[in-house]
């Protein structure tokens, strides 16, 4: 699976900006999907994660009530709707996928990684 997200950019604080991960190469219909994102000098976090039906969700503490993850299996795409965005929340965001093993979605290894696209948060 190729994973290519898309729709970093900069925004003011209290703005949204809207993350697409589109998949090739086979479908996302089986996997957990998930969203992390590292910043500068920092370890790489989980963000929020999604099961394959899109029934069940999760988040990190610091991103509950203010972001969104969904996904289109038809369209093998999965989407992070960021909104009241603040400066911490500025990182590169990754999407990722992985064959669910059971557990937390916030527990690595996932097999997929895509490239990461940059979001930048000013105040």
């Known amino acids: 699976v190729q994973l290519q997200a898309s729709g970093g950019g900069l925004v003011q604080a209290g703005g949204s900006l809207r993350l697409s991960c589109a998949a090739s190469?086979?479908?996302?219909?089986?996997?957990?999907m998930a969203w992390f994102r590292q910043a500068p000098g920092k370890e790489r976090e989980f963000v929020a994660g999604?099961?394959?039906?899109?029934?069940?969700?999760s988040y990190a503490d610091s991103v509950k009530g203010r972001f969104t993850i969904s996904r289109d299996n038809a369209k093998n795409t999965v989407t992070l709707q960021m909104n009241n965005l603040k400066p911490e929340d500025t990182a590169v965001y990754f999407c990722?996928?992985?064959?669910?093993?059971?557990?937390?979605?916030?527990?690595?290894?996932?097999?997929?990684w895509g490239q990461g696209t940059q979001v930048t948060v000013s105040s």
């Open positions: 999604i099961s394959w039906s899109g029934g069940s969700t």
């Open positions: 990722a996928a992985k064959t669910y093993r059971g557990g937390s979605y916030s527990t690595t290894p996932y097999d997929y």
């Open positions: 190469g086979r479908t996302i219909r089986s996997y957990v």
